[in-house]
């Protein structure tokens, strides 16, 4: 006997209950470099 399958999508966006339009989300990353007086940091890129 075959099986019914149901493939779900994934949701690209997010929705927004009150209006129900589809929010797009901007994806970031933070990157963030401390010095120091070492000898070490003086020849590093």
Do not use: H, P, W
Not at 16 to 39: G, M, P
């Amino acid at each position: 006997m075959g099986r019914k399958v149901e493939i779900i999508e994934a949701n690209k966006g997010r929705i927004n209950r009150i209006n129900s339009q589809s929010i797009e989300r901007l994806r970031v990353a933070a990157y963030c470099r401390v010095s120091t007086d070492s000898d070490e940091q003086l020849e590093s890129y």
